[in-house]
């Protein structure tokens, strides 16, 4: 039983491009959490989303931020425009309904923004 | 502000030298509280939820107990391998789904 997939692993790009970072849960969990580590700080909430719906964001940045969970396929969280202060590592933890007994973190997407 | 503190910052250990962790929190009305364990470049690996004070739970050299303000994480006989940064978070009674993290404590132990 394969736990939640990130991809990429590691995500380099230029100040002003977009990056896009991939969140596939655990089999049978139909919600995603995404949480950000900034360096030297604790894991952060960011949002969290139910299949096609975004339950809480108010751990996003209002500007440039966004995420995602489509009926089909991965979650994806979307920075617009990158800037050095959103090089960080992003993780991705899934569930299988609302409410998070043991939380299962994928390995992390480290964005690096150059 | 709920706030989670963890400390020492870092520990360094002799192989076989047991020591606590200690995470506080200032939670208002806590729901649960996880324990988990973080290699470099890798993503946290869940080891313990606890819920009510005087709760505890083992895992191998690992115990985790609770009470009504904080949290210890007990490594006995640590080894090498137990070496990684340790993490404490908490979710509130008013949120079945969001953790706070603390900053997290990195365990060193020396053969």
């Known amino acids: 039983n394969a736990g939640v997939m990130q991809n990429p692993r590691h995500l380099v790009r230029r100040r002003g491009q977009e990056a896009r970072l991939r969140c596939s849960p655990m089999?049978?969990?139909?919600?995603v959490y995404w949480y950000r580590q900034l360096p030297e700080e604790g894991l952060k909430f960011m949002v969290y989303l139910q299949k096609e719906n975004i339950i809480d964001e108010s751990g996003m940045p209002k500007e440039r931020f966004s995420a995602e969970f489509p009926k089909e396929g991965p979650s994806i969280l979307r920075i617009q425009q990158v800037v050095r202060g959103d090089s960080a590592a992003y993780f991705c933890a899934s569930s299988p309904g609302r409410g998070v007994t043991e939380a299962f973190f994928g390995q992390g997407t480290r964005l690096t923004v150059v | 502000e709920d706030q989670v503190t963890q400390s020492p910052e870092a520990l360094r250990l002799q192989e076989g030298e047991s020591s606590s962790l200690n995470c506080s929190y200032t939670v208002s009305g806590l729901r649960g509280l996880f324990w988990y364990r973080q290699d470099p470049g890798k993503g946290p690996e869940f080891l313990f939820t606890?819920?009510?004070a005087g709760e505890e739970k083992e895992k191998e050299r690992l115990k985790a107990t609770l009470t009504k303000k904080e949290s210890f994480l007990h490594i006995t006989a640590p080894k090498p391998e137990d070496s990684a940064t340790y993490l404490c978070?908490?979710?509130?009674?008013?949120?079945?789904?969001?953790?706070?993290f603390g900053a997290g404590t990195t365990v060193t132990v020396r053969a």
């Open positions: 606890l819920y009510s």
């Open positions: 089999k049978g969990h139909s919600h």
């Open positions: 978070a908490v979710q509130f009674v008013s949120n079945d789904y969001k953790l706070s």
